[in-house]
């Protein structure tokens, strides 16, 4: 069952588990599954979607997805939903369609709002840290989100931690708090916690949301004999290479034996650790079917790892700094 955490130190609650749209709600997608999906993830009381602007394939058409999805099914429910989206990766032709700049990131949320046809969004993130444009002038546009009503919150994805720092103080000095930061974290990929973000997280008042917790699939049973049919590492438009599961295959199989141990599939094991890790407020999942999502719900019935599953689990997967981390 869902349950809802603070974000940080926030007025906002969220849903312990999040459904991202980065897979499998774009034009290339099944209609109807999308669309099953998100109504049964809000009947559920997972009352947070996480988009962005380039999620697809094509790049804005999860956008426009859930924006029809949402006004034929959600719209009288706004008021109970946190629509978030994002701007900085690569979204259209030319100088202005990606990074940092505040033309690209005020142009894109304007073209997120009117793909998905609402007045505003919950949380806007700069999508990922950009080296050449000054941190001042990424953080104005995030200000101006807000100001401009345009966005409730304002989330950063995928800083380091120095940075992450410096961004935090310049919108504090803009008058606007960072409600929340989204990297990618699973027993998989530790580096927010190796490299100390989740704690300098909680000591600030930032809620952490993680993405990819089940390591795009690879915390699941399916890929621990190979690569099966229409799974993410097999499909062409899917972000998970081959290569990346099999240099993962002992890890995961080591993984299974623990989960086999404990009488619960591999992604239940996957899924509870990553809520159980300090500093983190939600997990958001992808599904691909409705009955992936209704076994991830399932996951969260599952009690809390003990320490020496967790020793079990460390001994296997270290929390590595990013440079060494491989999932
Ligand atoms: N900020 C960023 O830069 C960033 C980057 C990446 C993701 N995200 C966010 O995080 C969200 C989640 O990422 P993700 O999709 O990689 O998360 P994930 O939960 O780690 O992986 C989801 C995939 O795992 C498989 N799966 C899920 N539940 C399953 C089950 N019960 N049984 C078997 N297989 C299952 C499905 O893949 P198959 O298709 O193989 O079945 C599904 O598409 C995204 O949608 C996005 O919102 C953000």
């Keep these: ?24 709600f774009g034009d290339v997608d099944d209609p109807k599954a999308a669309r099953d999906m998100i109504v049964r993830a809000f009947e559920a009381g997972i009352t947070h979607f996480d988009l962005a602007n380039n999620y697809g394939p094509p790049a804005g058409s999860a956008e426009s ?49 009117a793909r998905m046809r609402v007045p505003y969004v919950d949380i806007f993130y700069s999508h990922r840290p950009d080296p050449d444009t000054p941190l001042e ?6 200000a ?16 380091p931690l120095p940075m ?19 990297p990618p974290y699973s027993i998989l990929n530790r ?26 699939g690879m915390l699941t049973p399916k890929y621990v004999d190979g690569i099966p049919e229409g799974s993410r590492a097999a499909r062409s438009e899917g972000f998970l290479q ?38 983190v407020t939600s997990a958001i999942i992808g599904a691909r079917t409705v009955a992936q999502l209704d076994d991830n719900l399932a996951a969260l019935n599952v009690p809390n790892l003990s320490a020496e599953t967790l020793q079990a689990i460390d001994a296997i997967a270290p929390a590595l700094h990013k440079e060494h981390a491989e999932a």
């Design 144 to 159: 101006t989100a807000v100001q401009s009503g345009r966005a409730l919150y304002v989330g950063l994805s995928k800083y």
């Design 191 to 216: 580096w927010p916690e190796a490299e100390g973000i989740h704690a300098w997280l909680e000591e600030n008042g930032i809620g952490s949301i993680v993405f990819s917790p089940l390591a795009q």
């Design 137 to 142: 002038e990424t953080m104005s546009a995030l």
């Design 242 to 279: 081959e290569s990346q599961v099999m240099a993962q295959q002992e890890k995961i199989r080591a993984l299974q034996h623990i989960a086999n141990d404990l009488g619960m599939p591999l992604h239940y094991l996957a899924l509870r650790w990553a809520l159980q890790q300090q500093g």
């Design 1 to 24: 069952m869902i349950s809802y955490r603070r974000c940080g130190r926030s007025g906002l609650l969220l849903p312990d588990v999040s459904l991202g749209l980065w897979h499998n």
């Design 65 to 113: 997805n859930f924006g029809k999805i949402f006004h034929e099914n959600l719209a009288a429910h706004r008021d109970e939903i946190i629509l978030s989206t994002k701007a900085g990766h690569t979204m259209w032709a030319g100088p202005y369609g990606e990074w940092g700049s505040r033309k690209h990131l005020l142009a894109s949320l304007d073209q997120s709002l």
């Design 164 to 182: 992450l720092r410096e961004a935090v103080e310049i919108l504090r000095s803009m008058g606007v708090r960072t409600l929340i930061y989204q």
